[in-house]
């Protein structure tokens, strides 16, 4: 079967640093994505990740490692609208193609 | 640009009455997905079409819910009769190919079955 894992819930201080794990065993893999999803909005995407190692994009960077089957999003400089869920997703390759863990719920506080 | 645009943003309807989604992809997205998303929970995928072909529905209630994507665009997605357990935020995202794109996703629709 398909699994993706994440910490339910996070909370992280104004300006720190926090990061995000991920876990995953699925049958196939072709890259590895990280979305955020604001209540009640769209996700929208951050990074994805193919390759080991980690890329970095402004305040948010990304890690892979494929033989560990994980992954981790780093958020730097927290800001209070950071508070938002945080979904990682893999594309399986297969039949359900982009596969969703259920989301980390970070809050933000002063 | 237009991102993705659907329709309604909400819906409340009866248990056993029928309901549909619309969705306007991004302009050239040959991909189009239609998701699933719970309260608490990731988007669950419930079809994935290339162009106006649906490539991925293992995941699709067949017996109750359809969809289609003629001409390639424009995609809707119903479902006939509803139940309660339906009630869910229906997500549809596009992506230039599939593979190595991201997705982008549209506002959802709330549906809610009383």
């Known amino acids: 079967g398909q699994n993706i894992d994440q910490p339910t819930e996070m909370t992280a201080t104004e300006g720190a640093i926090v990061q995000i794990n991920c876990t995953y065993q699925t049958s196939g893999f072709n890259g590895l994505f990280w979305y955020q999803q604001h209540a009640g909005e769209a996700p929208t995407f951050l990074s994805y990740n193919v390759l080991d190692g980690l890329e970095e994009k402004g305040r948010f960077s990304s890690f892979l490692s494929r033989s560990k089957g994980y992954s981790y999003l780093l958020l730097k400089e927290l800001q209070m609208k950071d508070s938002a869920s945080y979904l990682c997703?893999?594309?399986?390759?297969?039949?359900?193609?982009?596969?969703f863990g259920a989301g980390t719920r970070l809050a933000v506080h002063p | 640009e237009a991102g993705v645009v659907q329709s309604p943003r909400y819906k409340i309807i009866e248990k056993k009455q029928p309901v549909a989604f619309w969705c306007n992809p991004i302009?050239?997205?040959?991909?189009l997905y239609w998701y699933r998303q719970n309260l608490g929970q990731g988007p669950e995928l419930l079809i994935r079409y290339e162009n106006e072909e649906a490539v991925d529905d293992s995941q699709l209630p067949k017996d109750r819910f359809s969809a289609e994507r003629l001409k390639g665009v424009d995609s809707t997605l119903k479902i006939q009769p509803a139940e309660l357990g339906d009630s869910a935020v229906y997500l549809c995202a596009s992506s230039l190919r599939q593979g190595n794109t991201e997705a982008f996703f549209g506002q959802g629709t709330r549906l809610t079955v009383v």
């Open positions: 302009s050239g997205h040959n991909t």
């Open positions: 997703a893999v594309d399986t390759g297969g039949y359900n193609k982009l596969i």
